[in-house]
């Protein structure tokens, strides 16, 4: 149980297009979901926390017009990289938080196997 | 400032011999202390977490770890591994705000390859 995918696992794409990335929670409801990036050989970095049916919190520093977040389920949140530049050539990973979970001491978190996001 | 960082990227150990990965963090706040495993294009797993209680925490796949707070750390031992434990670990914090709340969020250390060979 608590499975987490991730679509697409890979994408390759030009310049100033859009990419959207998948994240869904296949065996329980999510009420928050996290997006991730991971540079390589450094840390995940938090971007985003997102919350299902509200506007996502952004971490200091990720442009949300940028990094555009929508939670319309409990099981989906999506990811749109919006215009594309070979910077944000990255990895990017979510999580989701099970519904029902709140507050200290439970911060369970089930993680997708990540997008490699290529833009050339 | 509030940071986690995981001394050693890289840790060769031949299979059956003990490992240790090492994890330290910087805070003025009570934390929640976890170790994740990724395996090879798969998704983080959690190996154990450290919320309060007893210091000595024990995980799955005969992992453990102890949270020190004088030093700050929390440690990932294991006294025997094995070719399947290679992968990634990684050390993550949560860092509390006043009262003992937060909301879940992660702070990682930059990862450590073990590579445990025959």
């Known amino acids: 149980g608590a499975v987490v995918s991730q679509h697409p696992s890979w994408v390759i794409c030009k310049s100033g297009t859009s990419v959207k990335i998948e994240c869904r929670s296949l065996?329980?409801?999510?009420?928050?979901m996290f997006w991730y990036r991971q540079f390589p050989k450094q840390s995940l970095m938090l971007m985003a926390t997102s919350n299902e049916g509200s506007k996502a919190t952004y971490e200091q520093g990720v442009e949300k017009d940028k990094f555009l977040i929508n939670h319309a389920s409990l099981t989906l949140s999506t990811l749109t990289v919006t215009s594309a530049h070979p910077e944000d050539s990255s990895f990017y990973i979510c999580s989701a938080r099970p519904r029902g979970v709140v507050g200290p001491p439970s911060y369970e978190q089930y993680f997708g196997p990540g997008t490699r996001l290529t833009v050339t | 400032a509030q940071s986690v960082t995981q001394l050693d990227s890289q840790v060769p150990v031949f299979e059956e011999a003990p490992v240790e990965l090492r994890c330290n963090y910087s805070s003025s706040v009570s934390v929640y202390l976890f170790w994740y495993v990724q395996y090879p294009n798969q998704g983080l797993q959690l190996l154990l977490k450290y919320l309060s209680g007893s210091t000595l925490v024990k995980g799955i796949n005969g992992f453990e770890a102890e949270f020190n707070k004088s030093q700050t750390s929390f440690h990932l031992r294991k006294p025997s591994v094995h070719i399947s434990d290679t992968a990634e670990y990684f050390c993550?914090?949560?860092?509390?705000?006043?009262?003992?709340?937060?909301?879940?969020?992660?702070?990682f250390g930059q990862g450590t390859i073990l590579t445990v060979h025959p």
């Open positions: 993550a914090v949560t860092f509390l705000g006043a009262g003992g709340t937060s909301y879940g969020k992660l702070t």
């Open positions: 065996d329980f409801q999510a009420t928050t």
